[in-house]
């Protein structure tokens, strides 16, 4: 059967909270250079991982390549990634994913001399967000 291939199996994502002791630290313990806030840099960390939950499930070496730019502090290369993956069409929830990489994106424009490829991947994010955004009920009647 040489036409026939076989997929992958995907890894369930494990909430920020049910992460190992191990990565917990690694992640507490990132420094992005230039960046003056250990809170901003925490911030996009746990938008990558809400974003990694409402994938609905991801690849055992697409989880593996995004620990370890955690832990490196290359969240360029963790947010490109997240960014052009997509969340599965059964188990994911895409609001929270587009909305989670669109913050992410957003606070790390902030940075000082951000990657162009952020700004073009973070257009993209909200491009995708848009349709998944719930309108607000009108405020007035017709009447």
Same mark, same amino acid.
Request: charged share 15%; glycine share 8%; proline share 9%.
């Given at each position: 059967m040489s036409g026939v291939r076989?997929?992958?199996? #995907?890894?369930?994502? %494990?909430? $920020?909270?049910?992460?190992?002791?191990?990565? &917990?630290?690694?992640?507490?313990s990132l420094r992005i250079p230039g960046?003056?806030?250990?809170?901003?840099?925490?911030?996009? #960390?746990?938008?990558? %991982?809400? $974003?990694?939950?409402?994938?609905?499930?991801? &690849?055992?070496?697409?989880?593996?390549?995004?620990?370890?730019?955690?832990?490196?502090?290359?969240l360029t290369a963790a947010y490109l990634s997240l960014v052009f993956a997509r969340p599965l069409p059964r188990t994911g929830d895409p609001a929270t994913y587009w909305t989670a990489l669109t913050t992410a994106g957003e606070l790390l424009t902030t940075a000082p001399n951000p990657d162009t490829r952020i700004r073009h991947a973070l257009t993209h994010c909200r491009t995708e967000a848009a349709p998944h955004q719930k309108s607000a009920p009108p405020t007035s009647h017709a009447g």
């Amino acid at each position: 059967m040489s036409g026939v291939r076989r997929r992958r199996p #995907v890894v369930p994502v %494990l909430p $920020a909270h049910r992460l190992p002791a191990k990565a &917990r630290s690694a992640i507490a313990s990132l420094r992005i250079p230039g960046w003056g806030s250990d809170l901003a840099e925490l911030a996009v #960390v746990d938008l990558f %991982l809400t $974003a990694m939950d409402a994938m609905g499930g991801i &690849r055992a070496g697409h989880r593996h390549g995004l620990q370890r730019w955690f832990t490196t502090g290359n969240l360029t290369a963790a947010y490109l990634s997240l960014v052009f993956a997509r969340p599965l069409p059964r188990t994911g929830d895409p609001a929270t994913y587009w909305t989670a990489l669109t913050t992410a994106g957003e606070l790390l424009t902030t940075a000082p001399n951000p990657d162009t490829r952020i700004r073009h991947a973070l257009t993209h994010c909200r491009t995708e967000a848009a349709p998944h955004q719930k309108s607000a009920p009108p405020t007035s009647h017709a009447g």
